[in-house]
Every structure is written in C-alpha cells, then in structure tokens.
C-alpha cells in the first residue's frame, strides 16, 4: 500500500435527503480521542451507504458514510440512528447483543448536511430514518462490504 500526497478531490454529496442502502460496515478497530478534556479509547466502526439520487462525476451513485463508537449505550449514536432506521426502540435482548452485520443491504434514509471549513466543504450524515410507508430504495449497485478484526 502506498501513500502520496494526491490532493483533495472529493465533491461532497448535495446537501438533501435520499434514499440509501448500507453499503459497508467496517470496523477500524479501538480509536483514542480526547472528549471533554479526557483521554478515552473506544471500538470505532464505519458505516456507508449508496444514495439514490446523486450521481458522481463517473455516473455512480454517490456515497456518504459516518462513524460511531460500536455502542448501544442510551446516549449513543449509533442507538439513536439505528432506532430511527428501524422505527423501534431496541428490546432488553438487543441491547445484550446487536449483530451490527445485519444492516448490510438494508435501505432507509440519510439526510445530508454541509458544513465549511475554511474554504472547504464537508458533507455530513446529519440523520439516518427509516423510509416512508411505500416508498423503495434501489439495489445496490456494487457487492456490500463487511470488515470486522473479529
């Protein structure tokens, strides 16, 4: 694997909201951040989704992705994307033990945020809900992705 200073040529995802289906879920392993004015070190994953709707410069359904602490505590969140994906609150028997795989493929809602940096644009994942009665979200065009160091 070889790195190089390649420049940044990322065109953010048009702010809005899209119908999408997880593409990826990745785990990047134990993370150290400072919150608070405390070091802490927590489990990171990734999540990704292919959107309907936005087209890159390639003709290929955009992607946007987020990450989250592989927690369900009651603040998290990813609890809080996941109940609103699934329009439920988890049960006492899914909070001992969520199979985090399990949303590959599965389509909902991502509203999209901007936020400038500088001169930079960045888009964010401001929400993820579930799709409205009726509506669908197309397949997906590429194979899902999963990593875990598991």
Avoid at 76 to 83: A, H, N, P, V, Y
Avoid at 128 to 135: D, F, K, N, R, S
Wanted: net charge positive; glycine share 8%.
């Amino acid at each position: 694997m070889i790195a190089k200073d390649s420049g940044g040529n990322h065109t953010p995802v048009p702010a809005g909201t899209y119908p999408a289906r997880c593409c990826a879920v990745i785990d990047l392993g134990t993370q150290t951040m400072t919150f608070s004015g405390e070091q802490k070190s927590r489990r990171t994953i990734r999540i990704a989704w292919e959107l309907s709707g936005p087209k890159a410069a390639d003709g290929k359904p955009m992607m946007i992705g987020r990450m989250y602490g592989l927690t369900l505590h009651v603040k998290s969140s990813l609890r809080k994307d996941l109940q609103a994906w699934r329009g439920r609150p988890f049960t006492e028997a899914e909070l001992k033990g969520f199979e985090v795989k399990n949303i590959l493929d599965k389509p909902c809602m991502i509203s999209v945020v901007h936020e400038t940096k500088g001169t930079e644009v960045h888009d964010n994942v401001a929400a993820v809900m579930a799709l409205p009665a009726g509506m669908s979200a197309p397949a997906l065009t590429t194979p899902p992705v999963y990593f875990s160091t598991d």
